[in-house]
């Protein structure tokens, strides 16, 4: 193992990993035992880590710096290769799913394995190529224009994140400006990125009826790996959303307002829930991830010595820089079973998050890469995946004293209030993605028109201040997953249902939460999302009635708390 800031990148051998495929195929044909087919698939596993290894270094070095040619280039490079690899993987899944030793793969690894073989064999062909390399180049470009858009704000040059902790200050006429810059700022990048998403989901659809869905919304969902539940499942569980969890933000919105003293709450209101000011983590960068050392050793062996390894081996860049892509996520590296942390500092509450959130789903990886040995089974669905961060988060509440000193119970409040208020919106963009992807056709001015007219649906209390650009609909551009991950956000909220409901377990009994919590981690994605479920002992969000079985006890706490 090395140092992250020492990984050596080179360049894919792309003519060897197709000679492994190729022999990997022939192998698997020619199998006379499992031994023999089992030999041929570990033999071209390895194989694949290694490339994907230099990819997932090429991919988090082009995201600290957008603006670094030479990654920017490895990237396109990288695009191609893969993208031209489509028909011998289709060839090689076609070996494996069609091999005579099927039944003693899953007989060892379970069924799970080959229903994700089975999709991508429908999801993937050489008709596809060139539509999956642009997509590919679309999104690049979207990362670094939104990467790349600066302003001047009180004679500081701010990105879209150094003006989150302006819209956070107890002045109003602060969080107004900053609200204005930062709306200023969508504006101006609005004509790129309305022509990237025009072309974005018109290759998408087209890609979809290539391979012969209905709709690329059919396609997405298999993408996804959603084998249990279906588009209607998903509508329901919005209207669980609409009727359980908006009636309860308004009342949250409407105490907020009384508290700040406003007449109408604001957007830019929105993010300050206390009139003295939020809370503010204690400490630098390096301070906060020494605090967040302490706390995983205290929390149990398996997370401190997750954190230790992330540590020693410097697996996070966190700092926000000119350039840098936006957002957060985690990622690994799997010819070195490390995970790593991506994201953007802003001497927020969210610095906080991102050491519980992020490292959530590092821990779930760090455990799943060294228990689980087939690499697709390491991880699950987002829907799952989510669960090991978001409930991270909860796990941690008895060391925020440790980085909000006498400000953690403010800091825990506002966290409860942020994570159920957040959901209606998930559920827009959920619903908003449905639209869109339903009329293909749609111009920028008319998905617009949609986006606010779901925003009223689901967050009756925004109010814009006369916005123009967000009074006609222009927040969705904001959410970098409706570009980069179609449907990949309503599983926050699926995720966040079960979060909660270890949360309500962890006031009773947080030995046995955590227990169920941690053997979900370790199955990673060896089962479908509904048997997931099970094992980590969580009910159904789908089914009528969990969205309120599982957030009744936040809203009654929250009446208590604010």
Known sequence: MVDFREMPYERPDMDALRRCYEAAIDALKGAKSYQAARDAFFALQEEEEKADTMMSIGSVRN??????????????????????????????????AGSAFRADFEAEFGPQMFRLVDAALKTTDEKIIADTIREGELRQAY???????????????????????????????????AFRAWAKLYEQISPKLDQQYDELVRLRAGMAKKLGFSSYTEMAYLQRRRFDY???????????????????????????????????????????????????????????????????????????EFFDFMTKYHLFDLETRPGKRMGGYMTSFPGYKAPFIFSNFNGTSADVDVL???????????????????????????????????????????????????RSEQYLTAHLIGAISVIPYMACVDEFQHRVYAEP???????????????????????????????????????QHIFLYPFYYIDYALAQMCAFQYYGRMKTDRRQ?????????RAGGTKGYFELLEVGNLLNPFREGTVEKSVRHVIDELKERY
């Open 230 to 304: 279906t588009q209607e499942d998903a509508a329901r569980f919005r209207a669980q959303i609409r009727d359980v969890i908006t009636p309860a933000v308004a009342e949250i919105r409407e105490k907020q307002r009384r508290r700040l003293g406003v007449d109408k709450l604001r957007y830019y209101d929105e993010a300050l829930l206390f009139p003295e000011g939020n809370a503010d983590p204690i400490g630098d960068m390096e301070e906060l991830v020494l605090k967040a050392q302490r706390m995983y050793r205290e929390m149990s062996p398996e997370t401190g």
């Open 63 to 96: 995201t600290i710096d957008t603006t670094d040619e030479y990654y920017d280039g490895e990237m396109k490079w990288l695009r191609e290769q893969d993208a031209a690899l489509i028909p011998l993987r289709k060839r090689y899944s076609e070996a494996l």
């Open 513 to 521: 939460a955590w227990e169920d919590y941690l053997r979900l981690c």
């Open 356 to 406: 519980t959130h992020e490292a959530g789903h590092a821990f779930q990886g760090y455990l799943a890469m060294r228990s689980i040995p087939i690499g697709m089974l390491c991880g699950s669905t987002s829907e799952i995946n989510e669960i090991h961060s978001m409930s991270m988060e909860h796990f941690a509440y008895p060391w925020m004293g440790s980085f909000f000193g006498g």
């Open 143 to 177: 990362q670094k224009d939104s990467a790349l858009a600066v302003t001047d704000f009180r004679g500081e040059r701010c990105n879209f994140y150094g003006l989150l902790k302006h819209m956070e200050s107890t002045d109003r006429e602060e969080r107004k400006e």
């Open 441 to 479: 056709e749609m111009t920028a001015k008319e998905r617009r028109g949609v986006w606010r007219g779901i925003e009223k649906t689901y967050m009756p209390w925004r109010d814009y201040d006369g916005e123009l650009f967000l009074e006609e609909g222009g927040f969705w551009m904001q959410k």
